[in-house]
């Protein structure tokens, strides 16, 4: 089983960038999916130069946290979807992992 990481941003990238690092650390690969919506403040760029594994998908025009999390869900390729805000980080490497053995326990 696998997890998508799904944060949706908008000019936040500071902040965004300590969540990506926390979901990058996480101790099960993971796929991580940025909703930039519509941000003027280089957080596309950003995300593009330091996080080149990371899945950047940006409008122009802003839609909204919900609209922006629910489209990249959509494009997700994980069995579950882990979704985070752009100025939250995970308490630890392993809650992705935790969160996964607990969907598979009978």
């Not at 965004?16 to 760029?45: C, H, N, W, Y």
């Not at 994980?78 to 935790?98: G, H, L, N, T």
Request: charged share 25%; aromatic share 4%; net charge negative.
């Amino acid at each position: 089983m696998k997890a998508s990481i799904v944060i949706a941003t908008k000019n936040r990238k500071e902040s965004l960038r300590k969540a990506m690092l926390s979901a990058f650390e996480q101790d099960v690969p993971v796929e991580v999916i940025i909703a930039d919506d519509g941000s003027t403040d280089g957080t596309g760029e950003m995300v593009s130069r330091e996080f080149p594994e990371a899945r950047l998908c940006r409008t122009e025009a802003s839609f909204g946290c919900v609209a922006q999390r629910n489209r990249c869900a959509v494009l997700a390729s994980a069995d579950i979807i882990v979704s985070i805000d752009d100025d939250a980080v995970f308490s630890s490497p392993r809650v992705v992992k935790e969160t996964l053995a607990a969907f598979t326990h009978p």
